[in-house]
C-alpha cells in the first residue's frame, strides 16, 4: 500500500535579498505562508540490499533521475541514516513548475516524511531539519509548515504565531499563474546584475533590506507578554508558537478594559504609525509595507505580471479589492489575499478575464497543515 502525502505549497508574504555569499547563496529573510494547494506523493518503500529509486510523475516536465528534489531527499535521507531499500514514488502534479510556491521543494519534504511513515523510521527533528536544508533553501520550511520565518540563505526557519485577519486564519487567495516560468538561480543573478553599478545596496549599513524586513516583522509579532509554549505542536517537530493578541482572535480579548488595554500592545510601523497588534496580524503587517525585492528585477522583466499584480489588488479604495498582493518567491506565480471567499472569486474572475489562469485557496495555518498531511 503507497503511503499518500500532501506536498503543500507556500507563498512568500515580504522578501529581502541580501548580498551574495562567497557559496554562492544570497542572505535573505521572509515570511513563509503555506497554502492549501497540494500536489501529491505516493510512496512505496521497502528495505533491500541495495538503494533502488524510482520516480513516476504525470507531468512530462518533471526530472525522473537525481535532478528531481525527490530523488535527491530519499537518496540523502536514506545515506544519512545508514540504510538501503527500494522507494518508488508517483509525484502527482497540480502545482505550477517554477511558479516561486516552492512546490520541488514541498515534493521533496513530503518523501522525506512519507519514507519516514513507509519504513516506520523516526529521524530526529533535528537531523530531518538539516537533510532538507541540504535539499534545498525552501525545503525545511515545509517541515514546519504555517507561517514561518526564513533568514540565512532560506533554509533556517523558525515558526510564527498564526497569521489571522478579522479573526480568520484560513485567509482566502488567490494564485494567478501567468503562462512564464521564471528561473530562481537566473532571478538571483538578475537582481546581482542590476545592482552592481550600485554598490551602495549590498553595503549593509547604507541600505540593509534585510534588517528593515526583520525590524518590521519583530514589531509585528515581537509582543512577548502573551507567548505560550504548547509542547504538544501538531507536527511534533517544534513547539507550536501562539501569539494571542497579534492572532486577533476575538476570544482572547475577553476580559476587563483594564485587562485587554494590557492585551492590546501597540508598535510603530516604520513610519511611525501606530499599529494595534489586537487588530489583527495581517493588516498590521501590510501597513508595515512589505515587499518582494524581485519583483524589482523579474517585473520589468515580464511586464505582464506586473499587471497581473494590478488584477489581484483590484481597483483601489473599493472594498473587494486585495488586503496585499505581490509576487510569490521569484515568480512567476502571484498571490492576492482578501477578505472573504467572495471577493477572491471575483479577483479570480478579474484575471480570467484578461487570460490569466487563477486558482482560489486559503492560506493553511500549522495545525491544519499537519493534520490533512496523510489525507487522500
Ligand atoms: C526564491 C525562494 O523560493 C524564496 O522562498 C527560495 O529562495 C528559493 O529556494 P530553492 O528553490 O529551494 O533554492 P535552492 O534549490 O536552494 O537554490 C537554487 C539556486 O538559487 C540560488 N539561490 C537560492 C537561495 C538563496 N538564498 N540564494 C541563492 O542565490 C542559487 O543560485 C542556487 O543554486
Ligand atoms: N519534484 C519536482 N517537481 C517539479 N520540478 C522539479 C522537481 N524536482 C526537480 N525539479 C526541477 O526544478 C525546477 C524548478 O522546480 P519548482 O517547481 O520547485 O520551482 P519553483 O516553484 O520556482 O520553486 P521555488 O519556489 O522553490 O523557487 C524545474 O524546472 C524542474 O526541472
Redesign the pocket.
Known sequence: MPTHVRSYSKINLGLAIGPPRSDGFHSLVTLYQTLALYDQIALVARPAAVTRITLRSNDP???LDA????WKMVAKALSVLNRTAEVTVH?Q?NL??????????A?AAAALIGLEKALCLSIPPETRLEIAAQV?S?VPLFLVGGASFGSNRGEAVTPAPVITFEGQSEIPCVIALPNVGVS?PQAFRDWDARFKSAPDLHNPPIRDTMNELSRTYASVFGYQGEMESNQSGASGIFPEPSLSVASGSPEKLQGTPDEQLHRSPETTDRSGIKIDLAENSLLALVRTGIENDFETVVFPQYPSLREIKRHLMGPSEQENSAIIAALS??GSALFGLYRSKSHAEAAQQRLQQHGVKALVTTTLPRPLYWSDMFAE
Request: charged fraction near 15%.
Open positions: 516536465r518533471v526530472p535532478r528531481n528534489t525527490v509525484i502534479k505550477p513548475i517554477q511558479g516561486g510556491m516552492g512546490a520541488g521543494s515534493n534545498g525552501d530562481t518567491g521569484s
